[in-house]
């Protein structure tokens, strides 16, 4: 793929959100980390939620600050995706950046799997890979509607 599309599919992408979004959900995305943050060798960390409840011993999160309770990011779905519209380093798109979800949380906590779920669907229509850490046991359902929403050759 010319990078010249997918400079242009981004570009289109960030339009249409522009006229879907109220003011005030684009000056939330505008100043959130997603739009300006450098992708981890992961990819580009998303985040469905802020601290975790599990306090795993190895992880790194509570070093960083990070709370042992935890809330859903406060970004919707259609606010983080206009927020990567804006990130420079992120390339939107099949074969672009790897999205990588796990980061600051467990995406599938009670308190954070809704969020998960919109992230994946909206996420998973660009065509990006896309990647979820999680140490939680989901049941059937969810993991069909997971499947349902992963990444599929879309966008460009």
Do not use: W
Not at 49 to 74: A, E, N, R
Not at 93 to 103: D, H, K, N, V
Request: proline share 8%; with cysteine.
């Amino acid at each position: 793929m010319d990078l010249i599309k997918y400079l242009e599919f981004k570009e289109k992408l960030r339009n249409e959100l522009e006229n879907e979004l109220s003011p005030e959900s684009i000056e939330r995305a505008r100043k959130d980390p997603h739009a300006r943050r450098y992708p981890r060798p992961c990819g580009m960390t998303i985040h469905t939620g802020i601290g975790c409840t599990y306090s795993c011993t190895y992880c790194y999160i509570y070093d960083m600050g990070f709370p042992h309770k935890v809330q859903p990011y406060p970004l919707s779905d259609k606010e983080l995706l206009y927020a990567l519209t804006l990130n420079p380093y992120v390339v939107l798109g099949p074969g672009g950046t790897m999205l990588a979800m796990g980061s600051v949380t467990e995406p599938f906590l009670p308190e954070t799997r809704d969020r998960a779920l919109e992230y994946i669907k909206v996420l998973g229509s660009l065509g990006n890979p896309l990647q979820v850490s999680s140490k939680s046991v989901l049941d059937d359902e969810y993991i069909t509607r997971i499947k349902e929403y992963a990444p599929r050759e879309k966008g460009i």
